[in-house]
């Protein structure tokens, strides 16, 4: 959540970098930047950006597996030995003698 103390002008950013820097790597916490008293962009250090790309791919992959689970649920889906023959047939991929 943005508090208000994470709230500066672009100004003020470009001023005082170094703090501002020093600030986002010890919180964690983004900054939003205003230009002209309007947000305009957010800053925030790469470890804190990166927490933050891999929590949307674990929500999009459990939202994903959740369809997929409906799906089946509703009769939707293929047997898995099905999948398998259309996909040899269709990309010519021989069957293993191991398997």
């Given at each position: 959540m943005?508090?208000?103390g994470?709230i500066h002008?672009?100004?003020?950013?470009?001023?005082?970098?170094?703090e501002?820097i020093?600030r986002?790597?010890?919180?964690?916490?983004?900054?939003?930047?205003?230009?002209n008293?309007?947000?305009?962009?957010?800053?925030?250090n790469a470890?804190?950006?990166?927490?933050l790309?891999?929590a949307i791919?674990?929500a999009?992959?459990i939202e994903?597996?959740?369809?997929?689970?409906?799906q089946?649920?509703?009769?939707l889906?293929?047997p898995l030995?099905?999948?398998d023959?259309?996909?040899?047939?269709?990309?010519?991929?021989?069957?293993?003698e191991?398997?």
């Amino acid at each position: 959540m943005i508090q208000l103390g994470d709230i500066h002008s672009l100004t003020d950013f470009q001023r005082n970098a170094r703090e501002h820097i020093e600030r986002l790597k010890q919180t964690g916490r983004p900054e939003v930047l205003t230009v002209n008293g309007k947000a305009e962009i957010v800053v925030q250090n790469a470890e804190s950006y990166q927490k933050l790309l891999d929590a949307i791919d674990r929500a999009e992959a459990i939202e994903g597996i959740r369809k997929g689970l409906e799906q089946m649920d509703a009769g939707l889906g293929r047997p898995l030995e099905e999948f398998d023959d259309y996909m040899r047939r269709k990309y010519n991929i021989p069957r293993s003698e191991n398997v």
